[in-house]
């Protein structure tokens, strides 16, 4: 069966910076399309950083770009997101997710930034 098992999540201070992983099983990974995906209570969930099943090619949403960082190895079924000068708003419940080609979702990992 499918599983994505986040880890890395945490509480932080404002500034400070967490790498979130995802280990991926039941899959041929190397194949699939990934994204990190974050919800804060109250919020729908929305895309944060998207990777290539190559990685390649990567996006980001607008408040991420140029703090957030979404890279893989295939080798070891794992994706990251380095996350570095963290804000309060980026506070929520993080998800991988495969996004091509079948969607699978992982159980999600906190991140709390508070001073």
């Known amino acids: 069966q499918v599983q994505l098992v986040e880890s890395g999540g945490d509480l932080v201070q404002p500034g400070g910076s967490l790498r979130l992983s995802c280990t991926a099983s039941g899959i041929t990974f190397s194949v699939y399309d990934l994204g990190w995906y974050r919800q804060a209570p109250g919020n729908e969930r929305e895309l944060v950083a998207s990777i290539d099943h190559g990685g390649t090619f990567t996006d980001y949403v607008e408040s991420a770009k140029g703090r957030f960082t979404i890279s893989r190895d295939n080798a070891k079924n794992t994706v990251y997101l380095q996350m570095n000068s963290l804000k309060p708003e980026d506070t929520g419940a993080y998800f991988c997710?495969?996004?091509?080609?079948?969607?699978?979702w992982g159980q999600g990992t906190q991140v709390t930034v508070s001073s």
């Open positions: 997710s495969t996004t091509y080609p079948y969607i699978h």
